[in-house]
């Protein structure tokens, strides 16, 4: 099983950009995916979070602004970010906990996709 990350990269405050977060493999039920973030000298934070049933969880600096979803279809999930600012600068990495098709657990990290909030 993969995860793939796409959609950073440079954008202006006050800009948007969308990122997605493809899983391939033998996944039976995602529990829960998240997005998590680290700017440099900083430790590893969550941002957002999506449960099985759709419940929604963010870190308040980012409410208002983000929006996590999921598209189950797919095994894919999105983290639409408007109205960024310069402290939004991070590299950002989604987590999928997840049941595999053989029973077993999985519990992995994307490799990672750059932000970049500057004018």
């Known amino acids: 099983v993969q995860l793939v990350e796409s959609g950073g990269g440079l954008v202006q405050p006050g800009g948007s950009l969308r990122l997605s977060c493809a899983a391939s493999g033998s996944i039976s039920s995602v529990i829960v995916t998240g997005w998590y973030r680290q700017a440099p000298g900083k430790q590893r934070e969550l941002v957002a979070q999506i449960g099985s049933g759709g419940s929604t969880n963010y870190a308040d600096s980012v409410k208002g602004r983000f929006a996590i979803s999921r598209d189950n279809a797919k095994n894919t999930a999105y983290l639409q970010m408007n109205s960024l600012k310069p402290e939004d600068t991070a590299v950002y990495y989604c987590?999928?906990?997840?049941?595999?098709?053989?029973?077993?657990?999985?519990?992995?990290w994307g490799q990672g996709t750059q932000v970049t909030v500057s004018s």
């Open positions: 987590n999928v906990v997840a049941r595999l098709e053989s029973g077993r657990p999985f519990n992995s």
